[in-house]
């Protein structure tokens, strides 16, 4: 198994900038695809942005040219770089990972992403 420690949230004012940092240990080595995921009171949760272990990576629509994933290998550390933020980005963010499977990210939905940590709150006011 692995387990994810996230951090790096923060209360800021519209068009401000944080980074997300998700530390993992454990079996890391089985951990193919990492993920950021958020998700805001009353809202289902919604997927961010992927990487998978060779540096493919991928980001949703709704945060495409403000939101940048990341991976320190060496550090078994996964980023997210988030500019510009608005109101509607505030959400707790959470940090996934699959574990074993193939070498691929699956869809966001998928029950693959079965190694979470607990989150990490962003507010974003103005």
């Known amino acids: 198994q692995v387990q994810l420690v996230e951090s790096g949230g923060d209360s800021v004012q519209a068009g401000g900038s944080l980074r997300l940092s998700c530390t993992a240990s454990g079996d890391t080595a089985r951990s193919y695809c990492m993920a950021w995921f958020r998700q805001a009171p009353g809202k289902e949760r919604e997927g961010v942005a992927l990487i998978v272990s060779d540096g493919r990576k991928a980001v949703a629509p709704s945060v495409k040219g403000r939101f940048t994933i990341s991976k320190d290998n060496a550090k078994n550390t996964l980023y997210l770089e988030m500019n510009n933020l608005q109101p509607d980005d505030s959400a707790m963010y959470y940090c996934?990972?699959?574990?074993?499977?193939?070498?691929?990210?699956?869809?966001?939905?998928?029950?693959?992403?079965?190694?979470w940590g607990l989150g990490t709150q962003v507010t974003v006011s103005g």
């Open positions: 996934a990972a699959t574990y074993g499977g193939g070498r691929f990210c699956p869809p966001y939905a998928s029950p693959l992403y079965s190694q």
